[in-house]
């Protein structure tokens, strides 16, 4: 079926420029099952949802190759099968997010990589007008577990490095094709249940020639946002090992920094609470991190710091993992109790 004979009037305007990327004809909700919403943006819900047991994989032309095999063998074996839909509301009027959106899809065409949260498949859901993007499925972000040290959590440095290493890669990757983040921080960040960290949403991103990586726009979060970007023209390819320094100092201190200033983001970091506690490859890490754009090393040269390669295992991050669930508990518990007082005490 063409995209004619499927849709009709408005709606085949709207997603039409998203059609090279959509997985058809197939009904998404006879693939995914038992939606659970996890998480709820801007641009839409996040849900786990179950691989059919029945489903006829090999109509699911648009997958990866080694994504479909490797449903196929879990589903041969009998496993279950989970992974993240996220979805996007289709509208009359269109909206700037499947614009986005398909700049992400034509931006990541053919990216695969080990710490890059891909989009997997693209589906349209005609019971509620909306697109379902299918991702692998994550436990949490680097900002949901900084937020828990403000409760009993502690990052070691090991396990700081582990997540640096694998943004690292990340970054490394991207430029290889010439492709800048920029907007790399915690929120961008995300740990599946291997304790694996891998780079989110693309929007922000930019692909570039190696000859002309000079851009004007100024994007990104003020607190991880590298300096030259909000003086004028910059070096795009230049931008993202700041970031990657700011997100390095937000995990040793639980907030990004210049966070708890009155005064406008520097040059370089601030001082660190108790410098004394990292080692000297920490402080030369930073250090390096936010150096002038024309002297800032790229991810590959800080590959090879001694801080990068000093890692935890990725059991000590599974470790730290169920750490954030176990103290998510108790901080529940704590707020149910401290609700039920207060509502005694209005009765009372």
């Given at each position: 079926?063409?995209?004619?004979?499927?849709?009709?009037?408005?709606?085949?305007e709207?997603?039409?420029?998203?059609?090279?990327?959509?997985?058809?004809?197939?009904?998404?909700?006879?693939?995914?099952?038992?939606?659970?919403?996890v998480?709820e943006?801007?641009?839409?819900?996040?849900?786990?949802?179950?691989i059919?047991?029945?489903?006829?994989?090999?109509?699911?032309?648009?997958?990866?190759?080694?994504?479909?095999?490797?449903?196929?063998?879990?589903?041969?074996?009998?496993?279950?099968?989970?992974?993240?839909?996220?979805?996007?509301?289709?509208?009359?009027?269109?909206?700037?997010?499947?614009?986005?959106?398909?700049?992400?899809?034509?931006?990541?065409?053919?990216?695969?990589?080990?710490?890059?949260?891909?989009?997997?498949?693209?589906?349209?859901?005609?019971?509620?007008?909306?697109?379902?993007?299918?991702?692998?499925?994550?436990v949490?972000?680097?900002?949901?577990?900084?937020?828990?040290?403000?409760?009993?959590?502690?990052?070691?440095?090991?396990?700081?490095?582990?997540?640096?290493?694998?943004?690292?890669?990340?970054?490394?990757?991207?430029?290889?094709?010439?492709?800048?983040?920029?907007?790399?921080?915690?929120?961008?960040?995300?740990?599946?249940s291997?304790?694996?960290?891998?780079?989110?949403?693309?929007?922000?991103?930019?692909?570039?020639?190696?000859?002309?990586?000079?851009?004007?726009?100024?994007?990104?979060?003020?607190?991880w946002?590298?300096?030259?970007?909000?003086?004028?023209?910059?070096?795009?390819?230049?931008?993202?090992?700041?970031?990657?320094?700011?997100?390095?100092?937000?995990l040793?201190?639980?907030?990004?920094?210049?966070?708890?200033?009155?005064?406008?983001p520097?040059?370089?970091?601030?001082?660190?609470?108790?410098?004394?506690?990292?080692?000297?490859?920490?402080?030369?890490?930073?250090?390096?991190?936010?150096?002038?754009?024309?002297?800032?090393?790229?991810?590959?040269?800080?590959?090879?710091?001694?801080?990068?390669?000093?890692?935890?295992?990725?059991?000590?991050?599974?470790?730290?993992?169920q750490q954030?669930?176990?103290?998510?508990?108790?901080?529940?518990?704590?707020?149910?109790?401290?609700?039920?007082?207060?509502?005694?005490?209005?009765?009372?």
């Open positions: 079926m063409t995209p004619n004979q499927r849709y009709r009037g408005w709606f085949l709207v997603i039409n420029p998203l059609d090279e990327f959509i997985d058809e004809p197939i009904n998404p909700r006879d693939y995914y099952l038992d939606l659970t919403e998480a943006g801007e641009s839409g819900s996040v849900y786990a949802a179950r059919s047991e029945n489903a006829n994989l090999a109509r699911l032309s648009k997958l990866p190759p080694l994504i479909k095999a490797r449903d196929v063998e879990g589903q041969n074996n009998g496993e279950t099968m989970l992974v993240a839909i996220k979805t996007v509301p289709i509208l009359p009027s269109g909206s700037t997010k499947l614009d986005e959106l398909r700049k992400e899809l034509s931006l990541l065409r053919g990216i695969m990589h080990g710490n890059i949260l891909g989009m997997h498949a693209l589906y349209v859901d005609l019971v509620e007008d909306s697109l379902w993007i299918r991702m692998e499925l994550m949490r972000s680097l900002a949901d577990v900084v937020i828990l040290c403000e409760e009993s959590l502690v990052l070691q440095e090991r396990v700081i490095a582990r997540f640096t290493h694998d943004i690292l890669e990340a970054l490394q990757f991207l430029r290889s094709h010439n492709i800048a983040h920029r907007d790399v921080r915690s929120d961008n960040l995300l740990l599946n291997q304790g694996i960290l891998k780079l989110t949403d693309f929007s922000n991103a930019i692909k570039v020639s190696p000859d002309s990586p000079i851009v004007n726009d100024a994007v990104g979060i003020l607190y946002q590298a300096p030259e970007v909000r003086a004028g023209p910059y070096n795009v390819l230049k931008i993202d090992v700041w970031s990657v320094g700011a997100t390095v100092w937000e040793a201190q639980a907030a990004p920094p210049f966070a708890d200033s009155t005064d406008p520097r040059d370089r970091w601030p001082k660190l609470r108790k410098p004394e506690i990292f080692s000297p490859a920490f402080h030369e890490f930073l250090r390096m991190c936010s150096e002038p754009a024309s002297s800032r090393p790229d991810a590959q040269e800080l590959l090879k710091n001694s801080f990068v390669n000093n890692t935890c295992g990725r059991p000590v991050v599974g470790q730290l993992l954030c669930v176990a103290i998510e508990k108790v901080v529940s518990q704590r707020q149910e109790l401290e609700e039920e007082d207060e509502a005694t005490l209005m009765i009372s």
